[in-house]
């Protein structure tokens, strides 16, 4: 598997710690792994708000049709 090579980023330390909880709590053996983890968690997390904020009495007048 080909990776591509990071970026030098300024990443505030909320960030960094949850990244060490996940790799502590997956043992995963780099940060890296774990930043890659909470980025699965922010997509899923990002998913669940538009879900929550979609129009569901839109789609039920749409589907009495």
Not at 32 to 61: C, H, M, N, P, T
């Amino acid at each position: 598997m080909s990776r591509k090579r990071g970026r030098m980023v300024y990443v505030p330390p909320n960030i960094i710690e949850e990244a060490e909880k996940i790799q502590l709590a997956k043992a995963l053996p780099t940060r890296a792994l774990a930043f890659d983890e909470l980025v699965k968690y922010s997509q899923v997390g990002r998913e669940a708000e538009k879900i929550l904020s979609f129009d569901w009495e839109l789609f039920k007048k749409k589907r009495k049709k």
